[in-house]
């Protein structure tokens, strides 16, 4: 199957801070991108799609000037977490698609990066 | 928007008894609906999904998955559970995002204990 790698797998910043985390499609095109936020025992939500070579949409509730994405190649997508605090603490998952890959003819498998845990101080 | 409710966030089963977790959704449209698997500190690995083919779903690790439209639900279950299937559950249903391409809407996850 496709393969999802994510960059660093942990990071602790200190509040105030920017941290940035990719998104990698190791052996596929993704031509979208989803970015989730997962807290403690609780379900992935959406924050943001994005695809390559177009502005990200944001979910609502998502800030798009505190979490920002780029989606620059059909390998990589980035996540900036800006001035980050400590209720920014979390588990972030990228997720890549690719509409090339083999599957349904109206939905295309997603597939799940290992997760950043993110901890700010 | 669309839903996905899993009923009782923690099932615990002593090794070889049947797995069953459940998952109703709500939609107005047939939905495509999905059960992932998550280990401690990973991502979501995908275990199955129903795409409006057969409403029985086989898949990995010997899991299946039963759509039944009248009860709007889409339960997974396994017939002998094994050590390595402790791990969190997502049932998940498919939804459109903010700018209209589709997205997944995940329920609150289940974790699975398997007791020896």
């Known amino acids: 199957g496709a393969v999802v790698s994510q960059h660093p797998s942990r990071v602790i910043c200190k509040s105030g801070t920017s941290v940035k985390i990719e998104c990698r499609s190791l052996d596929f095109q993704a031509t979208t991108m989803f970015w989730y936020r997962q807290f403690p025992k609780q379900s992935l939500m959406l924050m943001a799609t994005s695809n390559e070579g177009s502005k990200a949409t944001y979910e609502q509730g998502v800030e798009k000037d505190k979490f920002l994405i780029n989606h620059a190649s059909l390998t990589l997508s980035t996540l900036t977490v800006t001035s980050a605090h400590p209720e920014d603490s979390s588990f972030y998952i990228c997720?890549?698609?690719?509409?090339?890959?083999?599957?349904?003819?109206?939905?295309?498998?997603?597939?799940f990066g290992p997760g950043t845990r993110l901890t700010v101080l | 928007a669309q839903s996905v409710t899993q009923l009782g966030s923690h099932v615990s089963v002593s090794e070889g008894a049947l797995v069953l977790l459940r998952c109703n959704y709500s939609s107005s449209v047939p939905p495509y609906l999905f059960w992932y698997v998550q280990y401690p500190n990973q991502g979501l690995q995908l275990l199955l999904k129903y795409t409006s083919a057969a409403t029985l779903v086989k898949g990995i690790n010997g899991f299946e998955a039963e759509f039944k439209k009248s009860e709007t639900s889409f339960h997974l279950t396994k017939p002998s559970a094994h050590m390595s299937d402790a791990a969190e559950y997502f049932c998940a249903v498919s939804d459109l995002t903010q700018g209209g391409s589709e997205k997944l809407v995940f329920g609150k996850g289940t974790k699975l204990t398997v007791n020896p």
């Open positions: 997720s890549a698609r690719d509409f090339g890959y083999s599957g349904t003819p109206s939905y295309n498998e997603q597939f």
